[in-house]
């Protein structure tokens, strides 16, 4: 039994589920969801059932039961013989040691284990893309009115480009600005001209959470189409994807509507800057596809 601990938004849930997916699938093994944080969290909301993502929620028994899982006999017999520490992916609970992506993961196969952590990069999970491509998906016959009209609208466009404005409390929290930072007017219209070099018709659908500060960014531009009133974040995200390129802001859920952009040709530009922290910055490296723009 694998047990993911699911914290935090969207874009942090599904690292978390794809990162947990791949190891369950390696392993053979059943994925379980842990969602109690979800229960003192009133800032966020559990968000995966919007998918078709097989739905095991882990009890309270399950989660004990996987942290309490002792080692496997050959590791017993290890630390028996060697008197050696085991590793930290042979025990039964695997806390993310760092935010870069970590080459241990990828010997582990467990039994039962709880994983921690935000695991942040694909490297962790492209090697099952067709599967989270299936599952991180949404059924359109129940999806709102607005989402299909702006899917229509996207559709209509040969050279459709996503722009996602993270703000929120990246702006209004002191400490979530000092940690994180945002993208600035420069960052956005540098990636402009760079699409601009090779795309003959942009149109800019434009995505945020602050909708007046974004109609004054860009109000000015021709080709642009602010995304409004769509009722549900799940349905921004999938939107994003159906765009033919992609422009993101520091913020795991554009990062997630640009990896689900399925456009063989897509371009992509994502800020070099992800973090305002320096140490958490120097971090990053495998954070951004190796086939992603850095600007």
């Known amino acids: 039994m694998i047990v993911s601990q699911l914290t935090g938004g969207l874009g942090n849930q599904l690292f978390q589920y794809a990162c947990a997916k791949s190891l369950a699938l390696r392993s053979k093994e059943d994925l379980f969801l842990d969602i109690t944080s979800f229960s003192w969290d009133t800032l966020r909301n559990f968000s995966l059932h919007n998918f078709f993502v097989p739905l095991n929620i882990a009890s309270d028994d399950d989660i004990a039961y996987v942290?309490?899982?002792?080692p496997l006999?050959?590791?017993?017999?290890?630390?028996?013989?060697?008197?050696?520490?085991l590793p930290y992916f042979r025990s039964s609970r695997i806390q993310?040691?760092?935010?870069?992506?970590d080459v241990n993961f990828h010997k582990y196969r467990a039994k039962n284990v709880y994983l921690t952590g935000y695991w942040q990069s694909e490297k962790y999970f492209n090697s099952i893309r067709t599967t989270l491509l299936?599952?991180?998906?949404?059924?359109?016959?129940?999806?709102?009115?607005?989402?299909?009209?702006?899917?229509?609208?996207?559709?209509?466009?040969?050279?459709s480009i996503s722009i996602h404005v993270r703000r929120g409390d990246y702006i209004?929290?002191?400490?979530?600005?000092?940690?994180?930072?945002?993208?600035?007017?420069?960052?956005?219209?540098e990636a402009m001209r760079l699409i601009q070099q090779s795309v003959d018709s942009p149109t800019y659908f434009v995505f945020s959470d602050d909708k007046e500060f974004v109609r004054a960014m860009f109000g000015a531009e021709k080709n642009v189409v602010f995304i409004e009133n769509i009722p549900f974040d799940y349905e921004e995200l999938i939107l994003m994807s159906l765009c033919?390129?992609?422009?993101?802001?520091?913020?795991?859920?554009?990062w997630w509507g640009?990896?689900?952009?399925?456009?063989?040709?897509?371009?992509?530009?994502?800020?070099?800057?992800?973090f305002a922290n320096d140490a958490m910055q120097n971090l990053t490296h495998d954070l951004i596809p190796a086939n992603w723009i850095k600007i």
């Open 172 to 189: 209004t929290n002191y400490e979530t600005q000092a940690y994180h930072g945002s993208c600035d007017l420069i960052y956005y219209k």
């Open 134 to 159: 299936k599952e991180l998906s949404i059924d359109e016959s129940t999806a709102s009115v607005m989402y299909k009209e702006q899917r229509d609208l996207i559709q209509k466009y040969p050279d």
């Open 96 to 101: 993310e040691p760092s935010f870069r992506f």
């Open 258 to 274: 640009a990896w689900l952009n399925q456009h063989e040709a897509k371009k992509v530009i994502a800020p070099k800057r992800w």
């Open 73 to 85: 006999i050959l590791d017993r017999l290890y630390y028996r013989f060697s008197r050696k520490e």
């Open 244 to 254: 033919k390129h992609n422009i993101i802001a520091n913020s795991s859920f554009s």
């Open 67 to 70: 942290k309490d899982s002792v």
